[in-house]
């Protein structure tokens, strides 16, 4: 029994080598960005207003409302096609009993969307259709929900293959799957959510070429102790937060958030002045 748990302990040793060897070790990441510097406000899913999220017609209604960014989710079907949803149940968005993981594609690709509670029009759509169509968007943030490494090696073919969109950012709470992103291309942009107050330590853990392009979190995961550690450790720039809605947007913009995933509303007004309240007087 020992010399199992003494084996078990150097092959420990020999992954976190290797993670660390791989990512390059310690140090800072260095990335140029071509977003700009204006503030970025992502549309959360799109703009469900009066229809449903992450839907053709909500990611229109970002687009014509003047968005250049939108934040959308993947979650992949039990025969292993990635697809915009953001519910593991289906009740909600589709009116079926079930998890989406136990369809196949053909099983729900010509079920109609629902929002509160009745059919839309819009049909839910492949990842790789949202990727090829049109864009909505420069920038498009793609939140994984329950990712395996065969749907991470899915998304980044259909990344590679050429996309619609200038910037793709793809995130997730799990390191692990984020460094394997960059460890197959090293080109591919990275968001590290559930990066909350308390866990500013993990930055430093991360091997730089591994390191995340932004991290993100809800507005709750935020104090003024942690932005004080983003200033000194320059990555204010690649803070994003979400969740924001009317309510909270003051508090975001007091705290000197830069970008944010927004819940627009009618009554916030033009986009341009929810981003001009981004910017720190």
Known sequence: MKKKF??????????????????????????DFTIGERPIVFAHRGVPVNTVENSTESFELSLKLGFRAIETDIRSTKDGTLVIFHDQACKRLLGKEGKIQDFTWEEVNDSFLHHEGKAT????????????????????????????????????GMVDEGNSYKNIYIADEN???????????????????????GK???HYLIPKNFKPDFYASFLSGVDEDHM????????????????????????????????????????????????????KD
């Open 6 to 31: 003494q084996f078990l302990g150097y092959l420990v040793l020999a992954c976190i080598v290797s993670f660390y060897t791989l990512g390059g070790g310690f140090g800072s990441l260095e990335a």
């Open 121 to 156: 029009r819009n049909r839910i759509k492949r990842v790789k259709e949202f990727l090829n169509e049109p864009s909505y968007s420069d920038i498009v943030y793609l939140d994984l929900k329950k990712p395996s490494i065969e749907v991470l090696d899915r998304l980044i």
């Open 175 to 197: 390191l692990f799957y984020l460094a394997y992103l960059k460890f197959q291309n090293p080109k591919l942009n990275t968001i590290l959510e559930g990066f909350n107050s």
């Open 200 to 202: 500013e330590f993990i």
């Open 228 to 279: 004080e550690f983003l200033k000194e450790n320059k990555l204010v720039d690649r803070r994003i937060v979400y969740g924001i809605n009317s309510e909270n947007l003051d508090k975001a913009r007091a705290l000197g958030i830069k970008h944010i995933v927004l819940d627009y509303e009618p009554t916030q007004g033009s986009l341009s002045a929810v981003e001009a309240s981004l910017i």
